[in-house]
């Protein structure tokens, strides 16, 4: 009785805080939201080519770069997906914070280094290095489109559930109307800024992440006296699990199905970062392939940094504030670091209100710079490989091209919107899974086989991107993710779930990579080996590299 008074009490005490600071809030949000528009038009005004555009003038540093990598990875899914995954799940949430991590070894050890060095703007040029240029690019195109929407939507998931937080709109027309609020701003970035601004964006959003989650980290340690025992037996015992909180199985092992579900879910993880487009086409905005390997050097190890911190997050929102209150904000635990940084400043105090719109502006500055890299990216594919060199075969002026990326800016941003409003009670973390398992069935397969393997053929790339694309979309759309969950799925009172898993990668990586195989063993097209030994020369030397 007096457990369930005392969490009662804090919302509606938490509640009439946030009203009565409102103005306050809200005046920290604008600052935050104001300042990232403002290097968006600074950047805008020195965006003269595509060079610019696409690849921000390649004048980036490997530190810079590097912070910018990090701006783009820790999105929405790492700060408000992971810590709400620990604070609901123990050990089984932590899983995403393992798995984004070591997922940058399989970038830095196979895809960085060759890539800068093999294209130019996109996924695309690599493909169509040595493969038939109007089919590869059509369906790199395709690709990268179909991922970076997946991955929006977990980022407008996110921003739906903050700002509603903060402004205290409980209606679904709101929700709504703060995603297409999101995506009208995504827009406004990437038109302008290119990514020039989406990359001094990154920069700065990422200084702010790491300093709040430092903030807070040291603030949850300090309420348990440094003692990370404490810390986790508590959040054990309030979290009503007890012990198994803390083993693995709460969420991942309770049947055979979410055991390998466990393991669809780590091998889409550890796989995907080196085919998400916005990540690939960071390595070009440097001037040298070293610069491109420092770069993910230097993105491991602030990344690492802050992932071993989402540890304190989550399981200090399960410790100081419980799962059920978590819940009643989100169901899928989506505002549980927000709630954390109003109960460590002083739930019903000035202090709480500026922790919780301080730490609330430095999460949706995360989600904008984010979506504008993958506007950007998913922008970029669409007028360098579908309308330049598809549509108008090469003739497009640099003027043209850049036109065509802005209007799929804003075709893209529109699918966003109306996706986003769909997806707006699903865990974040869970949806960005989504986005990594399409990008590992569909791309990695084909650009591996692409720099390493001189049988590959254009027909095995288009069976192995498309196969891998339809495989994973289609078991994601008969998974319990889209129906059949009363609570987290995204059309709520109809089943037509059949895939019994909720990550598709188990099915679908392997198969985006049988298929880019079979078909160039069946493929009649002989494999040009002069300009694989060219690639090969160019993806590991540098030289000839734009």
Same mark, same amino acid.
């Given at each position: 009785?007096? #457990? ?20 306050? $809030? ?59 995954? $620990? ?40 493909? #169509? ?137 780590? $091998? ?48 200090? #929102? ?89 209007? #799929? ?55 192995? $991107? ?81």
């Amino acid at each position: 009785m007096s #457990a369930a008074y005392h969490s009662h009490t804090v919302v509606t005490l938490a509640a009439s805080s946030t009203s009565e600071h409102r103005p306050l $809030i809200i005046s920290l949000f604008g600052i935050f939201v104001a300042a990232t528009l403002g290097i968006t038009v600074w950047a805008g005004r020195q965006t003269k080519s595509a060079s610019d555009f696409y690849a921000g003038g390649r004048q980036f540093t490997a530190f810079q770069n590097g912070l910018a990598v990090s701006g783009d990875y820790m999105s929405a899914a790492s700060f408000l997906g992971i810590a709400g995954a $620990i604070a609901l799940f123990g050990y089984d949430g932590f899983l995403y914070s393992i798995g984004f991590l070591v997922a940058w070894l399989v970038a830095l050890l196979l895809v960085a280094e060759p890539l800068r060095n093999s294209g130019r703007y996109t996924m695309g040029d690599v493909l #169509a290095y040595r493969m038939r240029q109007r089919p590869v690019r059509t369906a790199a195109g395709v690709s990268t489109i179909v991922v970076s929407i997946f991955y929006l939507l977990a980022q407008m998931a996110g921003a739906g559930v903050l700002v509603s937080l903060l402004l205290g709109i409980t209606s679904d027309a709101g929700k709504i109307l703060i995603v297409a609020l999101v995506g009208v701003l995504m827009i406004v970035y990437v038109t302008i800024g290119g990514m020039k601004g989406t990359t001094w964006v990154q920069m700065v959003k990422a200084v702010l992440l790491i300093a709040g989650a430092i903030l807070m980290t040291f603030m949850v340690l300090w309420k348990f006296d440094f003692n990370v025992s404490d810390l986790l037996g508590t959040a054990a015992e309030k979290s009503g699990h007890g012990a198994s909180f803390l083993e693995p199985g709460l969420k991942y092992g309770a049947t055979g199905t979410s055991k390998l579900d466990f393991l669809s879910l780590g $091998i889409a993880l550890v796989l995907g970062t080196a085919g998400l487009p916005h990540i690939l086409i960071r390595f070009y905005t440097v001037p040298t392939a070293k610069a491109a390997r420092k770069s993910v050097n230097w993105a491991i190890g602030i990344i690492g940094a802050f992932y071993l911190m989402t540890i304190a997050l989550g399981f200090g #929102a399960a410790a100081l504030i419980g799962p059920d209150e978590i819940k009643a904000k989100n169901p899928a635990g989506n505002a549980a670091a927000p709630q954390l940084a109003e109960y460590l400043g002083g739930v019903g105090s000035t202090g709480g209100a500026v922790m919780l719109a301080v730490i609330s502006a430095v999460a949706f500055a995360t989600i904008l710079a984010v979506v504008a890299g993958l506007t950007l990216a998913s922008s970029s594919s669409f007028a360098h490989d579908i309308y330049a060199n598809v549509i108008r075969k090469g003739k497009a002026t640099e003027k043209e091209e850049m036109r065509a990326a802005r209007w #799929a800016t804003v075709f893209i941003g529109a699918a966003a919107i109306l996706l986003g409003a769909f997806a707006r009670d699903m865990n974040v973390a869970g949806l960005v899974a989504l986005a990594f398992a399409v990008a590992a069935s569909a791309n990695l397969p084909t650009l591996l086989y692409s720099l390493f393997w001189k049988r590959f053929t254009t027909q095995g790339a288009l069976w192995s $991107i498309y196969g891998g694309l339809a495989s994973s979309v289609i078991l994601v759309l008969f998974s319990p993710v889209v129906s059949g969950n009363a609570k987290t799925s995204m059309f709520k009172g109809v089943d037509f779930a059949w895939f019994p898993l909720e990550n598709p990668g188990l099915i679908s990586i392997p198969l985006g990579f049988l298929l880019g195989w079979i078909g160039s063993l069946l493929s009649k097209e002989e494999p040009d080996k002069g300009k694989y030994a060219e690639l090969e020369v160019k993806s590991l030397t540098g030289i000839g590299a734009h």
